[in-house]
Structure formats: C-alpha cells, structure tokens
C-alpha cells in the first residue's frame, strides 16, 4: 500500500537534546511539508521541499533543521535552539501541480 | 490519544441533525481551499475542497461553500453521525504555496 509512514509515534527527549523524527513516503510524490501542531493554535508550516536536495523555511523554521537527499524521505530534526519543542508533528506530501496533502499520522514528542 | 485542540471552538450538535462548520480566511489573493477532518492521535484526512472560482461544491453529506466578498469559508455536515466527531480545519493556499490552517473547530456528536 501507498502511505506517508512517520516514525516514531511518540517521543520522549531530555532537555538540550537533539532528536530527529522520521518522514517516508512511497507515493512518488515531488513536495513533502513539515507542520507543528499544538492545542488551540491548528498546523503551523516548519519547512517544506519541491524537489531534492531543495527546502524552504516556513512560518517557525527556528530551532529545525531538515534534509532533502531522497524523493522518499524528508527528515526533521529539532535541535537544542527550539525553545519549546513539546508539540504534535505532521509530515505531509503532494504531487507538484496537484493540491490535495497526504499526511502522516504523526510523531508526538515531549521534552522531559 | 494525543490533545489537538485543547482550546478549540465547540460545536455540539444531535446526532441526525446537521452542522455546520465556519471559517475565516486570511488572504483574498488565496484560490484553493479544502476542508480537514483530524481525529485523535491522527493526521488530517482530506474531506472536501472548492476553487475560487466556484461558490458551492457538494460531495457525500458535505457541502463547501466560499463567500469570497467576505472570505468566508464553511463546511455543512447533512445527518451528522457519531463517526463525524472530531476537529475540522479549512485551509488556503494561492498557487503553488504551502496550505494555511485555521486554527480548527471540534465538533462533538450527542448521541
């Protein structure tokens, strides 16, 4: 089956740590999009690639870090510098001219 | 599962009657809306979407309708059932820009 598969489903990270959180897709899709949700405030845009090797920041790029090397994969890493990283997140991905997103099932990560 | 919307508006309607959702847009250059569901501990899924050039687009038991002269945007849920409970989101986008989210509405089904 065809899907957006995010990795892990919950995430635990102690203060002043790095972490990574995983985005795999297997739809041929050309953009793929990271947002942050948190209660009360809907999905906010982090970063987003069109192509490989290219990535653009969103509205709250601070204290992220991404990487584009493959079509099928768009990792998101949060860094020490994000001040409060405790957040639901969402991959998404589409085809370039199309409209509709396909997202994950999201990576809940908590700061202990 | 996890909290997506702590602080979100309510709506809390019978079961078989209907709903109605709103939103209110951001930007009048914006061309392309769709509206999300989002249940607990999930992604959003794709419910609908209308083009700007268009005012009303049915689908199964929901309907979009876009007022552009206000930029309002809503969502109507004919027969509401339990399974419709959830956070509904509309977003926006103008071209080949990253989709906006509003901030959502739960909408909570009584049995």
């Known amino acids: 089956d065809g899907g957006i598969t995010q990795s892990p489903k919950y995430l635990f990270r102690k203060e002043g740590q790095n972490v990574t959180l995983s985005c795999e897709q297997n739809l041929n899709h050309d953009a793929m999009y990271w947002y942050r949700q948190d209660p009360g405030q809907g999905l906010r845009l982090i970063y987003y690639s069109q192509i490989v090797n290219d990535f653009q920041k969103g509205d709250i790029a601070e204290g992220y870090s991404v990487s584009r090397e493959k079509k099928e994969s768009f990792p998101l890493t949060v860094t020490s510098a994000q001040k409060n990283p405790t957040a639901f997140y969402l991959c998404?991905?589409?085809?370039?001219?199309?409209?509709?997103?396909?997202f994950g099932s999201g990576t809940r990560l908590t700061v202990v | 599962g996890e909290s997506v919307g702590l602080h979100l508006p309510t709506l809390s309607v019978q079961e078989g009657d209907n709903s109605i959702i709103n939103c209110a847009y951001s930007?009048?250059?914006?061309?392309?809306f769709i509206w999300y569901k989002q249940e607990s501990g999930k992604g959003p899924q794709f419910i609908i979407d209308i083009r700007s050039n268009m005012d009303k687009r049915q689908g199964q038991r929901v309907t979009v309708l876009l007022n552009k002269t206000v930029k309002h945007l809503s969502l109507q849920i004919a027969a509401t059932q339990p399974g419709d409970s959830a956070v509904y989101f509309c977003?926006?986008?103008?071209?080949?820009?990253?989709?906006?989210f509003g901030k959502g509405t739960r909408l909570s089904v009584i049995a």
């Open positions: 977003a926006e986008t103008r071209g080949n820009t990253p989709l906006v």
């Open positions: 930007n009048s250059a914006s061309d392309y």
């Open positions: 998404a991905s589409k085809i370039q001219g199309s409209d509709g997103y396909t």
